[in-house]
């Protein structure tokens, strides 16, 4: 495959990423799993190693069974980005346009609807809990106007990377009916 010289990148599997031409050859559940799990929430300002992939996981369980496959790959495109922390998101107009472009593109090679309500509410609720297991937070006054369940505790004992790439794997592989090489 011919990329752009200075707009891919070498995904686990091997395969060229190219962020001005996304297509869905690209794109392989095996490089988003691995990356999410070893991708370190909270930009890695937390007690004890907690992955972007065991996130989705959570959020992949707080949503209705119809938005499950949703929530496991809410975030998928920082398997190809990286999880920048929402301050530093807002200060780069750029960034979110890639995101975008490349959640939408992960969105339709696994064919789900990308930006449900239900997602965005887990992935809230599931951030409110894990900041006051992970971060000790007590204080979410600086946090914004965020919808969430206040009932939700997060309980875990975070996954190390390997447990938690094989679980988003096997999440995946049930919720999409899909084979490893599809």
Partial sequence: ???N?????RTFTGLQFDFLN???????ILDIAHSLANLCRFTGHIKEFYSVAEHSLIVSHLVPEEFALAGLLHDASEAYLADINKPAKSLLPQYYELEKKVQAAIAKR????HGADEVQYADNTALIAEAKHLLEEKD??????IEYDETFVYKSIPLTPRQAE???TLRFLKLSGRKLLD
């Fill in 1 to 3: 495959m011919v990329v």
């Fill in 5 to 9: 010289k200075d707009s891919w990148m």
């Fill in 110 to 113: 696994y064919d789900f609807k």
């Fill in 140 to 145: 979410f006054s600086g946090w914004g106007e």
């Fill in 166 to 168: 094989q679980k988003f």
């Fill in 22 to 28: 996304i297509k869905a050859c690209q794109i392989h």
